[in-house]
């Protein structure tokens, strides 16, 4: 049972562009919701969170936005950067269990 | 700060051989969790524990993986008898703590693969 779903597995964007990651929950219980960035050989590390209780979350080039009505989260990184290349997993918890998404491998082409 | 250490990074095994993974913790942290990482499903929760006490292991394939926290700066996961398709990324991550607004610390994964 995938409580959070990343539906692309693979996105490819120019360096300078955006880059928009979607990531899709089932479980309304959900409080708390990260990214987490993964390069090959590495553990995932975490990039940028949002609460709940509010809609969107900014940290320098990354923004999280979440629309709770539609139990939907984003990443959106600009401009994109080669450095950006790696594997990203959306994540979402309740109570202390995280649930991770599949992942999505983002691209950043110079 | 030493972070989240795993060892070991790689194992090769022998399906029906044993194979025991193990995690330390950042000190203080006050949660450990247990995870695998294959291409068809992703990042998959085995099992977490909260102050060494396992709280959901609902995650745990079947009854040849089992995990321990005997201290708060030590945990185990082990596969008996191991078979090809537990071939994956482990990973081990740790939390301040076992509520929701904390994030997890991950460690670099031990590789395992059972021929």
């Known amino acids: 049972d995938q409580q959070v779903k990343q539906n692309s597995p693979s996105l490819s964007v120019q360096e300078g562009r955006i880059s928009i990651l979607n990531c899709d929950y089932t479980?309304?219980?959900?409080?708390?919701f990260l990214w987490y960035k993964k390069y090959p050989a590495e553990g995932p590390t975490f990039l940028i969170s949002i609460s709940s209780i509010k809609d969107k979350n900014e940290d320098g080039r990354f923004t999280v936005f979440l629309n709770k009505s539609a139990k939907h989260l984003s990443l959106h990184i600009v401009p994109s950067q080669p450095g950006d290349s790696a594997v990203y997993f959306c994540a979402a918890s309740a109570l202390g269990d995280m649930r991770f998404g599949a992942g999505t491998r983002l691209t950043v082409k110079p | 700060d030493a972070g989240v250490i795993q060892s070991p990074r790689h194992e090769v095994t022998e399906m029906g051989q044993e194979v025991t993974l193990r995690c330390k913790p950042i000190?203080?942290?006050?949660?450990l969790f247990w995870y695998r990482q294959t291409m068809m499903r992703g990042l998959e929760l085995l099992i977490y524990?909260?102050?060494?006490?396992?709280?959901?292991d609902s995650g745990m394939p079947e009854d040849r993986f089992s995990a321990k926290m005997p201290n708060a700066s030590f945990s185990t996961l082990k596969i008996q008898p191991s078979e090809p398709r537990d071939s994956a990324v482990y990973f081990c991550?740790?939390?301040?703590?076992?509520?929701?607004?904390?994030?997890?610390?991950f460690g670099p994964g031990t590789r395992l693969t059972v021929t």
């Open positions: 000190s203080g942290h006050n949660s």
């Open positions: 991550a740790s939390s301040p703590k076992g509520t929701s607004g904390y994030e997890q610390y």
């Open positions: 479980n309304s219980m959900f409080d708390y």
């Open positions: 524990f909260n102050n060494n006490v396992p709280i959901d």
